[in-house]
C-alpha cells in the first residue's frame, strides 16, 4: 500500500488553467514528469522559472552559491503582512544579521534546555488526547495545538491556555485556512508602492497576532530590566547582541522574529507530525514497534531522545515523503547557465523537496514508506545529496535539531498510550497551502492502549 499522493496535471495546459491551478494547490499542478526531471523551464509573459530537480544543481544554489541566488521577493509577499522583515524574508546584511543574533539560541546546549518545556507540552498533549479516546480525530488540529504549545512554552515559558497565547493560535488557524501562499503580486512584479490586494480578513488576522505578539514581547522586556524573566528561548534572543555591531533586536524586530519561529515552528512541526500519525495508521506493525521503543520514556531525559532510533527513522521518512515546506524560490542575482542553457537575471529558481525527495532516478522506490531506507546504501548517499526538508546551505532552518527532537518526542509518547486506526472513507489527499496538508483533514480513530 502506497501514502497518498497528489494526482498530477496533465503535461500540456493553457497559462490561465496553470495559474488557477497553481494557486489552488501547488503540488497537483505540477505535471508527471516532474518527478524525473533534472531541470523544466516554465515561462510566462512576466517571468521565467526554472525548477532546479538535480542534486548538483541544488547544492550551487543554497550551498555554494547562495549569495548569488537570494529568497525571491516574489514569493514573500504573501507573508509580509505577518511576518514583517523576519528572517525568513530578508537577504543579504539584514539576514546575516539577524541570524548572528538567533542561532546561538538554538545550539546544542540550549536544546537541553528547553527540554523539559518540551516535555512538559508532550504530557499535556497525552493528557488532551486521553479525553479524546474512543473517538475519530482531526489530526491536524490535535497536532497544531501541541505544536503551538510546545513553541509558548520554550519561547516565553507559558503553556497554550495562557489567554494571549490562546488567542495567538485561534488568530493563526483563522490565517492560515485564508492566506494563499501565493498572490497575484507573486506572478505579476508590481511597485513596492502598489497595494498587495491581500484579503481584508488576512490582514486584519496578521495584524492581530502582530499585536498580541507584541504584548508578549513588551512583557518579557519588562521582565529582563528587572531582571525577572526566565531562561527561556525569548529571553535569551532578546537579550544577545549582534556580534559584530553590539545592537540587539528592538521591539518590532522581535515581532517580526516571534511571528516566523511561531510560523516556523508551528505549523511546519503540525503538518509533519500529523502525516507521521497517518501512516502510522496505515502501517501498523510501524506503529507496534515505535509503540514498544516508546517504553523507554517511563523516566523521559534529554538523552533519553537518542535512544529513540526508530522514531526517528519514522518521522525522516515523513519528512522525506510529506515536507512540510513543500517548494523554495530563489531570485538569479546576475546571469547564469544551467545544464546548458541560459538563466537571466532575475528568473525565479524553484527548488522542490516534494519533487526532489520523490525524484524516480535518485531514490529507490521514492513513493513507498519505508523507515529502513536510512540505513541502505541508496538512503545514506539520497539523505546527503537529495534530502532537504529544512532546506540547506547557510538557510538551513534555525530549528532543524530543535523539530527532530519535538517531532520523535510527540510521536512516541501519543504512540505509547494510544493507537491510530484508519477511517473508512477518509483517505486524506496532500495540499499545499503554507504547508502541507490534507484537503479535508486527516481524520483517524484514537484508542487508547
Not at 189 to 218: E, S
Not at 369 to 387: I, L, M, S, V
Not at 394 to 420: D, K, N, Q, W, Y
Request: hydrophobic share 40%; net charge positive.
Amino acid at each position: 500500500m502506497k501514502p497518498p499522493k497528489p494526482t498530477p496535471r496533465p503535461d500540456k495546459v493553457s497559462l490561465w488553467r496553470y495559474l488557477k491551478l497553481f494557486r489552488k494547490d501547488l503540488l497537483s499542478a505540477q505535471p508527471q514528469r516532474l518527478y524525473r526531471a533534472w531541470m523544466a523551464e516554465f515561462r510566462t509573459p512576466f517571468f521565467r522559472s526554472f525548477m532546479i530537480n538535480q542534486p548538483e544543481l541544488v547544492e550551487m544554489v543554497l550551498k555554494q552559491r547562495p549569495d548569488d541566488f537570494p529568497k525571491s521577493g516574489r514569493i514573500s509577499e504573501g507573508l509580509r503582512p505577518l511576518l514583517g522583515d523576519s528572517v525568513f524574508l530578508t537577504n543579504g546584511e539584514a539576514w546575516k544579521r539577524q541570524r548572528r543574533i538567533i542561532d546561538p539560541a538554538f545550539e546544542g546546549g540550549r536544546l537541553r534546555d528547553t527540554f523539559p518545556a518540551m516535555l512538559q507540552a508532550a504530557e499535556a498533549c497525552v493528557e488532551r488526547v486521553r479525553g479524546q479516546a474512543g473517538t475519530v480525530v482531526e489530526c491536524e488540529e490535535l497536532t497544531s495545538h501541541a505544536a503551538a504549545d510546545v513553541i509558548f512554552r520554550t519561547l516565553f515559558s507559558v503553556p497554550i491556555e495562557h489567554e494571549v497565547a490562546a488567542q495567538v493560535f485561534e488568530k493563526f488557524r483563522a490565517y492560515q485556512r485564508q492566506q494563499p501562499l501565493l498572490n497575484l503580486a507573486a506572478f505579476v512584479p508590481v511597485p513596492r508602492w502598489m497595494p498587495r490586494m491581500h484579503a481584508r480578513n488576512t490582514r486584519r488576522n496578521a495584524r492581530d497576532i502582530r499585536r498580541l505578539i507584541k504584548r508578549l514581547t513588551a512583557e518579557r522586556a519588562e521582565l529582563i530590566t528587572a531582571g525577572l524573566a526566565p531562561d527561556d528561548l525569548a529571553t535569551k534572543i532578546m537579550t544577545t547582541p549582534d556580534p559584530e555591531t553590539g545592537r540587539c533586536f528592538d521591539t518590532r524586530e522581535m515581532v517580526d522574529q516571534v511571528a516566523i519561529f511561531f510560523l516556523a515552528g508551528h505549523e511546519t512541526s503540525a503538518s509533519a507530525l500529523a502525516w507521521t500519525l497517518y501512516l502510522m495508521a496505515l502501517f501498523p506493525d510501524w506503529q507496534d514497534k515505535l509503540c514498544a521503543e516508546a517504553e523507554i520514556l517511563e523516566n523521559p531525559s534529554f538523552t533519553t531522545m537518542s535512544k529513540l532510533k526508530l522514531s526517528r527513522d519514522v518521522f525522516r521518512e515523513a519528512l522525506r515523503l510529506y515536507p512540510p515546506v513543500p517548494m523554495m524560490v530563489r531570485e538569479a542575482a546576475c546571469p547564469k547557465q544551467f545544464r546548458g542553457r541560459k538563466v537571466p537575471k532575475g528568473a525565479q529558481i524553484v527548488i522542490s523537496p516534494w519533487h526532489l525527495h520523490r525524484q524516480e532516478r535518485l531514490w529507490e522506490r521514492p513513493d513507498d514508506f519505508d523507515p529502513t531506507r536510512w540505513g541502505t546504501e541508496n538512503g545514506k548517499n539520497c539523505q546527503r545529496h537529495a534530502y532537504i526538508p529544512f532546506s540547506a546551505g547557510p538557510r538551513v532552518c534555525t530549528g532543524a535539531g530543535f523539530a527532530m527532537i519535538e517531532g520523535p518526542l510527540l510521536l512516541s509518547m501519543l504512540l505509547r498510550h494510544f493507537r491510530f486506526e484508519l477511517v473508512e472513507g477518509q483517505t486524506p489527499v496532500p495540499v499545499a497551502h503554507l504547508t502541507v496538508r490534507s484537503k479535508d483533514g486527516i481524520w483517524l480513530r484514537v484508542v487508547e492502549r
